[in-house]
């Protein structure tokens, strides 16, 4: 598959020219091998969610559906994530880059890292928490790029610091907009996600100042703003500011390639800046999502569903007997967390099930609007502003 020409200069990880173009990571199984390929085929960073992967594959589904074992479970989603990696590298056929998104707040993160590794992926994309220890776990596998994803200077600046006593850098960094982005937010509560210090007029600059204080130069760490980037034209502005990338999540979800189901897609697609509701998830992290018939019936529930849980105390409790959360409102019966099974919903949202599934959506409108187009033609927008056709 040709690369796409464009004007910009390349993406360069780990000596590997790149379109400037990262496929951010949505689970579950909104990014699975089919949208990581086609996007690493082109020539960009295309990644894979590593959470839960084992209900995209039917066998693992099946022999873990009533299962109350924890291993048993997080062994079935090892398998899964690697044979997604393997599934992925072929449609990559060696182009691009198949990377693997790890969220640091999910209970299984190392071992999802170290997996990853095994698995041949070429990059480990690390968010929802900062990923201190993300060298460490990935010692044995000195090639892997490593790509944090941050939101502000001062996450770069601890992150950075941290690694270098490690005598490790990041390969690139994600610096997410809060404001603007899907699923969990890099923020400390729901109000905040609107700071004026996200915004990436503000946030690339002295990210770059941040670099040049600690004596690195700004080719060394390539900067990634992510989250309200639907045009050619933002594209552009991304670069002049200083950026060396752009990641787009939403956009890539509703893809011809994207792995949900259609009716995930049109979910997205149909949804409107008035459609979407920010909210606290069980992970205790602000979130952005549709206002399904789930969610707002589940946010006329909250308040009383959170005194409930702080009353209740007692031992903890997983509905899935899983544990899939470092923390988990619902399982820890902490107060101020959603209280709500997030595998659960999600689950149901791959699905395209309107009446129970959580669906992570970006804030701002779609390139294509509520036309699907494929991989390519979303790339050659954003890259060269060549609009294809209405179907």
């Known amino acids: 598959m040709s690369m796409i020409e464009h004007a910009f200069k390349p993406l360069v990880l780990r000596g590997k020219q790149l379109l400037p173009i990262v496929q951010g990571g949505m689970g579950v199984g909104i990014s699975a091998h089919r949208l990581a390929g086609a996007v690493a085929a082109l020539g960009g960073v295309g990644t894979i969610a590593s959470v839960d992967l084992r209900r995209m594959h039917p066998d693992l589904d099946a022999a873990t559906a009533r299962c109350r074992d924890k291993a048993t479970i997080e062994a079935a989603n090892l398998t899964a994530l690697d044979r997604e990696i393997a599934a992925a590298r072929e449609i990559a056929k060696g182009m691009g880059v198949v990377a693997v998104n790890v969220m640091r707040a999910v209970s299984q993160y190392a071992d999802c890292v170290r997996q990853a590794c095994r698995s041949g992926a070429d990059a480990i994309v690390m968010g929802a928490g900062l990923p201190l220890d993300l060298p460490d776990l990935t010692a044995d596998h000195p090639d892997i790029a490593l790509i944090p994803i941050l939101s502000d200077a001062r996450g770069v600046s601890v992150v950075l610091k941290r690694w270098m006593k490690k005598n490790r850098l990041p390969d690139a960094i994600v610096l997410e ?6 699923g969990h ?18 946030v690339v600059p002295e990210c770059l100042e941040t670099l040049h204080g600690l004596g690195l130069a700004s080719e060394q760490i390539p900067l990634i703003p992510a989250g309200g980037i639907d045009s050619h034209d933002k594209v552009r502005r991304i670069m002049e500011i200083g950026g060396s990338a752009v990641q787009l999540g939403t956009a890539f979800a509703v893809t011809h390639e994207g792995d949900a189901a259609d009716g995930f897609k049109r979910v997205l697609m149909g ?4 459609d979407i509701v920010e909210f606290t998830s069980c992970a205790g992290l602000p979130a952005r999502a549709v206002a399904t018939p789930w969610l707002m019936n589940y946010l006329k529930r909250e308040e009383k569903l959170q005194n409930a849980a702080t009353r209740e105390g007692g031992e903890r409790s997983c509905t899935l007997n899983w544990d899939c959360l470092l923390q988990c409102g619902l399982r820890d019966k902490l107060s101020k967390f959603g209280q709500f099974c997030i595998d659960n919903q999600l689950a149901h949202a791959v699905k395209g099930d309107l009446a129970k599934g959580l669906f992570f959506r970006g804030k701002g409108s779609l390139p294509f609007g509520t036309e699907m187009r494929s991989v390519r033609e979303l790339i050659e927008y954003l890259l060269t502003n060549q609009r294809p056709a209405l179907a």
């Not at 907009?177 to 899907?182: E, I, K, R, S, V």
């Not at 400390?188 to 700071?195: L, S």
């Open 177 to 182: 907009h809060p404001g603007w982005a899907g």
């Open 185 to 202: 937010l890099g923020a400390a509560n729901v109000a905040g996600t609107q700071d004026a210090r996200f915004d990436f007029e503000k």
């Open 271 to 274: 949804a409107e800046d008035k």
